[in-house]
């Protein structure tokens, strides 16, 4: 299985500051077939479901804010919050797609100072 | 607009068990795989399983915690993806997340339901 490893766990920026979250896999999940890495990163705010913001790394799922955005390859990987609002308290979580079974990250909590 | 709607949960006592229903609308249900995603009590996000579309063969596939317990199935003809779940373990006890993925095939969870709670107790 692959192991997605996040840090920190938590982190507490204040408002308008940059906020980054660290994700690396155990494995490879660069697919050199397409160059595409099976990557995604979601937010879940308290008490609801998770939401995509990111996939295959670095696409931004639609209507999500352009102050979020993902990088990295291979195994190293980073979501970007460029100017922290209140409206991103939320927990993040990675999750790799290269193969089964698709494993989440233990998620970084993301609070306001 | 995409709507996942889960039903089905409830109390249930270890041993027994359930089925999951997850109606979803607002897209081409037939076209995508779907998969179901669970997170216990204060805790991270498990992946259960997802099944691929038809185009894709259909076929499931599962987390080892789950394998030859859980079973997830499909009726496109009414856009329900089912996850039924034997032999319940009191570890089984989460909210369970039905998602529609990008394609027809395993994939990133583009779309999320609500949820449905699953407590496993005596």
């Known amino acids: 299985d692959i192991v997605m490893t996040q840090s920190p766990d938590s982190l507490a920026e204040s408002l308008g500051e940059r906020a980054t979250i660290n994700c690396k896999s155990s494995q490879s999940v660069l697919y050199s077939f397409n160059n595409k890495n099976y990557l995604a990163w979601y937010q879940q705010k308290p008490g609801q479901p998770p939401k995509l913001l990111i996939y295959w790394a670095s696409t931004r799922e639609s209507g999500v804010p352009d102050r979020f955005s993902g990088s990295g390859s291979g195994t190293d990987f980073t979501l970007t919050i460029s100017s922290l609002q209140a409206e991103d308290v939320a927990v993040y979580y990675c999750?790799?797609?290269?193969?089964?079974?698709?494993?989440f990250g233990p998620g970084t909590k993301v609070d306001i100072k | 607009e995409v709507q996942l709607v889960e039903s089905g949960g409830g109390l249930v006592q270890p041993g027994r068990s359930l089925r999951l229903s997850c109606t979803a609308s607002?897209?081409?249900?037939?076209?995508?795989?779907m998969s179901w995603v669970r997170q216990a009590p204060g805790k991270g996000l498990e992946w259960v399983g997802f099944?691929?579309?038809?185009?894709?063969?259909?076929?499931?596939q599962y987390a080892a915690s789950v394998e030859g317990r859980f079973t997830i199935s499909r009726d496109d003809s009414k856009s329900i993806a089912y996850l039924q779940v034997n032999s319940l373990k009191t570890e089984d006890t989460a909210v369970y997340y039905c998602?529609?993925?990008?394609?027809?095939?395993?994939?990133?969870?583009?779309?999320w339901g609500q949820g449905t709670l699953v407590t496993v107790s005596s």
């Open positions: 607002g897209f081409t249900f037939g076209d995508y795989a």
């Open positions: 998602t529609k993925e990008g394609y027809g095939s395993g994939s990133y969870s583009s779309d």
């Open positions: 099944i691929r579309s038809k185009a894709y063969g259909g076929t499931t």
């Open positions: 999750q790799q797609y290269y193969g089964t079974p698709f494993t």
